[in-house]
């Protein structure tokens, strides 16, 4: 039921002038309010003039008429007002409560009869008087205001309403609330959902960023382990390479050993246009060099002795060191003729004094082999019996086979 203070109290069946009526009514027009007394049950009927009364002059209403129409007016205004679901307040000139419905006083907390007359400003937390006083400060006559509080309520506690704020032409002030209590209970449930997705993305984040730093870090690991394995891939490279030359080559001369020698020969009888030589060749008296002058005189002389075949030899022909103080070279597609001429061209090589600290000789046996004449083995036999020929013949010349 709506309840407002100060409602004129009037008695069952007595009857107030045309005047007193009139003048309550326009009253309540002015504030926008029709209300019913107090003391009025809402069933009652208003008293209606007698039957036997005299009909009133034409045009003009009769008293009891007029308050029969009030009395509807004002219940249905109080209907309205109760079934209104946002609580309505009005406070007098004065900052005290002078109605309110039902809701107003369920938000509240407050009974009937405990709202009205309440100061306004008592249901601000005492820290928000102020704030209740620049309220109504800032309202005029007509003008309305719009916003959210704090409602402290009888047992002491706040809750959060939304307020519309309204200020009345005689002075009084028309407040709607609302109960935003669950919108604040969502917000701050939206916002703590808000605040742990975003802590947890700030997690995520910090964690994505440490497992790239991680994985940056193993990344230049790895970039520093593949770098290395690749210096070591080169370098077993490098030792293969040097093993495979080394095994395929004279370590003092640099020159093809056996093993070379035999794969260089088996290719040449195999390409062999014209035919293949093979011109053996044996230092005289190498090893007096050796025990006069010692070891490391006599590599020296090897070594001149492989420098001064690579001068004289063909750019396709192949020279060999068959160990100790034995040469071979290899004359791939020649004819027989031809290798005589570059055994006895080898020949006045070593025999050249100017071109060797000491003096050296060398007993040179050649063999030619026409195409498919034989293999490498017994062409190497036939060069090897033409050098002993010419080492039995007293050294210094050159021999054919």
């Known amino acids: ?63 009891d008429t007029i308050f029969e129409t009030l009395a509807e007016s004002e219940r249905h205004f109080r209907t309205l007002i109760e079934q209104a679901a946002d609580g309505i307040v009005v406070v007098d000139s004065h900052g005290r409560i002078a109605l309110a419905n039902s809701r107003a006083r369920e938000i509240s907390g407050y009974g009937p009869d405990e709202i009205l007359g309440l100061e306004w400003l008592d249901t601000y937390p005492p820290e928000d008087r102020e704030l ?22 009888k047992d002491g506690t706040s809750i959060p309403i939304e307020v519309g704020l309204a200020w009345l ?13 669950d919108r604040h209970r969502v917000e701050d449930e939206l916002r703590l959902v808000a605040e742990r997705l975003e802590r947890r993305v700030a997690q995520r ?15 230049a690991e790895i970039g520093a382990a ?29 020159l093809a050993n056996r093993i070379l020698f035999g794969e260089r020969l088996d290719h040449a009888l195999r390409v062999g246009e014209r ?9 005289d008296d190498f090893k007096e060099i050796n025990d006069i002058f010692g070891h490391d005189v006599g590599d020296e002389m090897l070594v001149a002795v492989s420098d001064r075949l690579r001068e004289v030899v063909r750019e396709s022909d192949d020279i060999a060191r068959m160990g100790g103080d034995e040469f071979a070279v290899i004359l791939p597609n ?26 050296i000789g060398a007993s040179i046996g050649c063999a030619w082999q026409r195409p498919g004449g034989g293999d490498g083995p017994s062409l190497v036999r036939r060069a090897d019996d033409a050098m002993y020929r010419a080492k039995t013949a007293g050294g210094g010349v050159a021999v054919t086979y």
């Open 1 to 63: 039921m709506v309840r407002r203070a100060g409602a004129p109290a009037l008695r069952q069946g007595a009857s107030a002038s045309t005047t007193s009526a009139r003048k309550a009514a326009t009253t309540r027009r002015r504030r926008g309010l029709v209300l019913v007394p107090a003391n009025l049950p809402a069933h009652s009927p208003v008293r209606s003039a007698p039957e036997s009364q005299p009909p009133s002059p034409v045009g003009l209403t009769r008293p």
């Open 334 to 359: 020649v004819v027989e003729l031809e290798a005589q001429m570059v055994a006895e061209r080898i020949l006045c090589a070593l025999s050249d004094k100017d071109a060797f600290r000491l003096q």
């Open 275 to 283: 035919g293949v030589a093979v011109v053996w060749i044996d230092l």
């Open 226 to 254: 593949n770098a290395e394995l690749q210096q070591l891939l080169r370098e077993q490279e490098r030792l293969q390479a040097e093993l495979a030359y080394r095994a395929m080559h004279d370590p003092l001369t640099g």
């Open 205 to 219: 984040t910090a964690e994505f960023e440490r497992a790239h730093a991680e994985l940056e870090a193993a990344n």
């Open 169 to 181: 032409p005689d002075g009084e002030s028309q407040s709607i609330m609302r109960d935003i209590s």
């Open 132 to 153: 209740g006083l620049r309220h109504l400060n800032r309202m005029s006559a007509g003008a309305t205001l719009r916003f959210e509080r704090l409602l402290r309520r």
